[in-house]
């Protein structure tokens, strides 16, 4: 079956303005995590979704972060009033849940903050 | 709190040279897991293996091999006969059971691998 998938692949913005991230998990997994990585750096947590409950966002970096899923499928990770620090790719993973599960990563959505 | 750290910022071997990663990781947890992800330049991050803590035999997968070794907090990964197509960044990473029942993963910095034709 397809893979984990996000949209768009590349997105430029300029400071201030708001992005909205898709990812569309495999079908079936129950959860769903939000990842970001600097350049050079490896991905770091943002939040995760067990169905459509949000079940941590300890990783969101500040209140401009938003991420939702409310039906239990495909999720939006959204950012307001963007600044450069933003810039990164932002990687979506799903699972079937449980800590032993394997997470299965998107391409990822580059973001470019002018 | 846990930790993985990759000491190989980049790594440049010639194809069919043999070439270890290296992976040492922290944690509390008795019961943890530890994976590596390939990223190649397309940037979609590829599992190739999970291992957990009870499970200390190595794993070897066509001309990849794991060794995971409690003792030292290391989990390497070696590429035998490596090929120009094995260049990518490498991944290693940890989840602990206490993350609250679902895997918290945390990342090392990554180790790009160059093979050279």
């Known amino acids: 079956g397809a893979g984990v998938s996000q949209s768009p692949r590349y997105k430029v913005a300029k400071r201030g303005q708001d992005v909205a991230l898709r990812c569309d998990p495999i079908s079936g997994h129950v959860s769903l995590f939000w990842y970001q990585q600097a350049l050079g750096q490896g991905p770091e947590f943002l939040t995760y979704f067990q169905n459509e409950a949000q079940l941590d966002k300890s990783g969101l970096p500040s209140d401009r972060f938003f991420a939702e899923r409310p039906e239990g499928s495909v999720s939006t990770l959204k950012i307001q009033r963007t600044q450069q620090e933003d810039s990164a790719v932002y990687l979506c993973a799903s699972s079937f849940g449980g800590v032993e599960e394997t997470q299965y990563f998107g391409p990822g959505t580059r973001l470019l903050v002018l | 709190a846990q930790k993985v750290t990759q000491a190989q910022t980049e790594i440049s071997v010639v194809e069919k040279e043999d070439v270890t990663l290296d992976c040492v990781y922290e944690?509390?947890?008795?019961?943890?897991?530890l994976f590596w992800y390939k990223q190649p330049p397309s940037g979609e991050l590829v599992f190739l293996i999970r291992r957990n803590s009870f499970d200390e035999q190595n794993e070897i997968s066509g001309r990849y091999s794991w060794n995971f070794q409690k003792s030292t907090s290391s989990f390497n990964f070696t590429i035998t006969a490596s090929q120009v197509v094995d260049s990518a960044v490498y991944f290693c990473a940890l989840s602990g059971e206490n993350s609250g029942g679902y895997q918290k993963v945390t990342f090392g910095t990554g180790t790009k691998l160059q093979v050279i034709p």
């Open positions: 944690t509390r947890d008795t019961t943890y897991y």
